[in-house]
């Protein structure tokens, strides 16, 4: 799987107890590679919190799964999309049409999870996610494990310097920001919505007056990233 990748940061001797799959002698633009530096974050600490920044449709929940697969069960996986208000709460915010953007989460419950998963390594720690079926966040669907040392989260907000996100971003050992080209990203957002039940119009009407803003916010935040990097060609074998 090749993956571009603007940046490589430098390894340092692996540590003892890292997982096969995450063998330092990979190609750093290879999946192998871009795990074994995620495993590096684990150095001199029990658990460290890789975070995926980047806008909607960028391939974001693809990698972090990936990763997470390939470093086996010294990894675990934490989604942002698990703090999207529920459809009640849009409603009573006057959310409900823009569902996904920024205000549309909840960045303290978040944060305080990635502060839980740093502080508590000897229980297991249940994390929400969002069913595309009921159209609702659910609890407890993914599991932080006591011998999880590497937590993979992702979502579009994770680099924004605005209030709760700032917090949860210091708590990353590293932030990535994934990307993709526009049209790619377009397709797959119009997908997304023809699987949760939009006509073609409806779809591409929600991805231009919300996914597009959504976006546009997201990549002001690149620079505080410290790699930039697409799926982009990624082998769908290799996860």
Not at 79 to 96: C, E, I, M, V, Y
Not at 160 to 184: F, H, I, K, S, T
Request: charged content about 25%.
């Amino acid at each position: 799987m090749e993956i571009a990748d603007r940046h490589t940061p430098d390894r340092d001797t692996p540590d003892p107890h890292t997982p096969a799959g995450a063998s330092l002698a990979g190609d750093p633009l290879t999946l192998s590679g871009l795990a074994s530096d995620a495993w590096s974050l684990t150095d001199g600490t029990p658990r460290a919190v890789l975070g995926l920044a980047g806008p909607p449709g960028a391939g974001k929940s693809t990698l972090a799964r990936a990763l997470v697969a390939h470093l086996g069960e010294g990894a675990a996986y934490l989604p942002l999309d698990g703090f999207h208000l529920s459809n009640a709460q849009l409603a009573r915010l006057g959310l409900t049409a823009r569902k996904g953007s920024e205000p549309s989460f909840d960045v303290w419950g978040y944060v305080d999870l990635l502060r839980r998963v740093l502080d508590e390594t000897v229980h297991d720690i249940y994390v929400p996610d969002y069913d595309r079926t009921l159209h609702e966040p659910v609890a407890g669907r993914h599991l932080v494990p006591p011998a999880a040392r590497l937590v993979v989260t992702e979502g579009n907000y994770l680099a924004c310097d605005l209030p709760g996100w700032r917090d949860a971003y210091v708590l990353m050992g590293e932030c990535w920001y994934v990307e993709a080209p526009g049209d790619v990203r377009q397709e797959r957002l119009v997908e997304r919505q023809l699987a949760g039940g939009r006509d073609e119009a409806q779809a591409r009407d929600w991805v231009a007056t919300n996914d597009d803003p959504n976006g546009q916010l997201v990549e002001k935040s690149r620079e505080r990233c410290h790699r930039t990097l697409t799926t982009i060609g990624m082998d769908p074998s290799s996860f």
